[in-house]
């Protein structure tokens, strides 16, 4: 029989191409989308066929994670095998000015949807996109078992739904995993975020549309992977004869200065002479260095990453200056054909 899977945040980079990956396996798939005035799912579109012709596998619902109702009779509705929870107000810096509606949206959108499944639950697998923001000022490296110590109200909010999803998982037996994803980019990264600011403003710098980017704090430190390698491990982890937590990262940790180093040199621009500092960008606290112990994840899901951070950042500049009409050097195509030959995804 043909698998279900719902999938919330669809539009967003993840779940576009957590989606690709699941209709390439055979998958059924619904996703959650917010009504709005203007579309917004760009990100799927090319994979998307109207629901009246045939062959079509991907279905499109209208709600909200502030929504119970609508939450409760969409997955009743559907009966999915697999629920794949990545929607959430996602932006960090964001966060700290709003905090209640991230609380909302983040925390209690995973404890409406867990408590849907619970009540239709018949062998229903979810899976909560927890984040290495949870960890916040932990020492690094950080591992499963690291103390969460955390420094936004995202990251709380994450926490929060972290929790009532082991929660779930102990108190009514619900297959119930956490996947606490590094930070992980690609093409599709939101334009706000700061790999993808930075990829943009080269293009639109070279392209003559601006002079300058500017940026807040160039001194954290992350662990960037490429997103759809880490979309893979969301699904092997509800593949598990058993639910658990994992941590998922290249166990490598590169600062902003060089993420925006890199991406420059690349490109043939100069920091000193495009680059400004912002104070408007800097967090009220901040998380100095995160770095993914994912030798768990090793183990278990037989999972390492292909995509290192130069490759990333090379594929990146690529895919922006492409988009701008710019002629791209090329490295980043290289990488792909080496590293993801036969790719699922198709959009970028």
Not at 48 to 60: K, N, S, T, V, W
Not at 75 to 97: C, K, T
Not at 263 to 269: D, K, T, V
Request: aromatic share 12%; with cysteine.
């Amino acid at each position: 029989m043909t698998k279900k899977a719902f999938i919330t945040g669809i539009t967003g980079q993840d779940g576009s191409y957590l989606a690709e990956l699941l209709l390439s396996m055979g998958y059924e798939v619904h996703g959650l989308i917010r009504r709005s005035s203007t579309f917004n799912t760009s990100r799927i579109d090319h994979i998307y066929i109207d629901p009246h012709e045939r062959g079509a596998q991907l279905f499109l619902h209208y709600g909200d994670l502030s929504d119970n109702e609508m939450i409760s009779h969409i997955i009743y509705n559907i009966h999915p095998d697999e629920v794949y929870h990545l929607g959430a107000q996602s932006h960090v810096r964001v966060s700290f000015d709003t905090p209640e509606y991230t609380g909302n949206v983040t925390g209690l959108g995973t404890t409406r949807l867990l408590e849907a499944i619970r009540r239709c639950d018949s062998g229903i697998r979810f899976y909560q996109a927890s984040s290495s923001e949870m960890f916040g000022s932990a020492a690094p490296p950080q591992s499963e078992e690291t103390v969460f110590l955390p420094r936004s109200p995202y990251a709380c909010a994450k926490l929060y739904a972290y929790w009532m999803t082991r929660n779930y998982r102990e108190g009514y037996k619900l297959f119930a995993a956490n996947g606490i994803l590094f930070n992980h980019e690609s093409p599709r990264r939101g334009e706000t975020f700061v790999t993808r600011k930075i990829t943009r403003a080269i293009a639109r710098i070279l392209s003559g549309r601006e002079q300058y980017l500017y940026l807040g704090n160039l001194d954290a430190r992350r662990d960037w992977g490429f997103a759809p390698e880490y979309v893979e491990c969301m699904w092997r982890i509800l593949q598990q004869e058993s639910p658990g937590d994992y941590v998922i990262g290249t166990g490598e940790t590169h600062s902003v200065r060089e993420f925006l180093e890199a991406s420059f040199e690349y490109a043939g621009l100069s920091v000193e002479e495009h680059v400004r500092i912002d104070s408007r960008y800097f967090r009220p606290t901040e998380v100095e260095v995160l770095i993914a112990d994912p030798s768990r994840s090793a183990q278990v899901l037989e999972w390492r990453p292909k995509v290192k951070f130069s490759g990333l950042v090379k594929i990146m500049v690529d895919s922006d200056l492409r988009a701008a009409g710019i002629a791209a050097p090329g490295e980043g195509d290289e990488i792909l054909a080496k590293n993801c030959p036969g790719k699922w995804w198709k959009g970028d």
